[in-house]
C-alpha cells in the first residue's frame, strides 16, 4: 500500500481481504500471498469499512458518493449523498444504510436508490450498527447515540 489505511479490513465472500486507503484505492488482495487481485480508483480518501454483500463491495467516500462495486472491482453503481461519507456502511434488513459526515442518515436499495432520508443536527463519524431488535444505533458530534427503528 502506499497511502495510510484508516479502515478496518474485511474477508468479502471470497474470502478476499478487502483494502481500503486515504490515496481512494479500494483493492482486493490474496490473504495469504499479499497479491493484487483487483483495484479501483474512485480518486477521493476512502475512511469508510467497506460492506461485502452478495458478490459485491460497498463503501463511503470522501466524493461524496456511496460506491458498489462487483466481487472482481468493477463498478456497478454510484450514488451522491451530497457530503463526505467516513462512516462505514450498515446493512438494514435488505437495504443499506450509509450516514454522511453532514449528519445526513440516507436509506438505499441494493442498486443505490434512495429511499429515505433525515438530516440530523450534527456531524456524523460514527458507523451505523444494527441491533437485534431492529434498530439502527450511531453516535453523533452532538453528543447524543441516535437510534432509529428499521421500518425503510
Known sequence: MNAPIFS???LDENDELVVASV???LKALNPQT????????CHAPIFSTPLPLHQSIIFGCHDKRVYCLSSQGQLLWKTDLGAPIYSSPALV???????TTTGKVTILDQKGKILNSLQLGGEVFSSPVLSPAGYVVFGCRDNYLYSFQTRW
Do not use: M
Not at 499479499?34 to 479501483?40: A, P
Not at 434488513?93 to 450516514?99: D, E, P
Open 8 to 10: 478496518s479490513l474485511v
Open 23 to 25: 490515496d481512494g484505492l
Open 34 to 41: 499479499g497479491g493484487e487481485l483487483w483495484s479501483f480508483n
Open 93 to 99: 434488513g435488505v437495504n443499506i444504510c450509509a450516514i
